[in-house]
């Protein structure tokens, strides 16, 4: 099939629009999609200093790819963070390091081996608790921590459309409408200075899109899913959604547009705890003592 804007060869389909195009009309439509979500949810100003937390995968190359070509004229100052969770096999920065070294974006990898003392391996060895409840809480702890050291006003995710769905459908069924609040392009339902806002420049675009841009740009190093995965309920989640997805296609996107009509008014009618100041590291929570620090006295990981 031809590209259905210059006629050249088509790359790829998009599905809801069932719109043939190229390669390049489709880099143009992705960065135009991209450029657009920041401009309405104003997700960057040009005081900010960006943080993109970077995993070495599909979606984070992206991002990573994206905001160095949209900043980089801007002069807004961009990073890269990388987090080694320090699972076998999984994690490898070795593309991500390269990618940054190349285009000149300073990389900054912290490992939990190293912050809190043991591997995540290591850690699931001597507790029973899932792995990605440790493994989220630990991330966004040092996300957010070293963030602040690091002078970074906003950080960019590599979330997409797929991942929003799924998170909604999640805090739905498990009746957790709190944490819907706080989701969208960008967070922030109370604006602390503790916090550093998290912004989602691929919002609107789909993991297929994600992937598509990312192989024909060539930042996609192979593909090793985590090896705790399987066992999330997320990864139940998504096979479920995209099973209904291929049967009623657009179910994706009716799923976060009709979120993101609600969403002003759950965050106005919500009843938001006052933040308060973990009593062991400092860092802003909802009790006494966050959930990293219960999480590292649970682990044995303090003193
Ligand atoms: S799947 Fe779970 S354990 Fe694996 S990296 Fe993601 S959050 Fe961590
Ligand atoms: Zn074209
Ligand atoms: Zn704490």
Redesign the pocket.
Known sequence: MS?K????NSVINLPNSNIY??R??FNRYFEKKVRKTIRIYKLIDKKDVIGIAASGGKDSMSTLYILNKILKHQNIKLMALAIDEGIEGYRNLAFLKNFCKENKIPLHTFSYKKEFGHTLDKMLKITKEKPCSICGVFRRYLLNTKAKKLGITKLATGHNLDDEAQTILMNQFRRNISASARLGPITGVIQDERFIRRIKPLYFLTEREIAAFAFLNNLKDEYVECPNAAVSYRCNLRDWLNEIEAKYPGTKHSIVNSFMEIQPILRKHLDLKKIKTCKICAEPCSQDICQACKLADKLKLLN
């Open positions: 590209c804007i210059c006629e050249k195009q190229c390049k009309c």
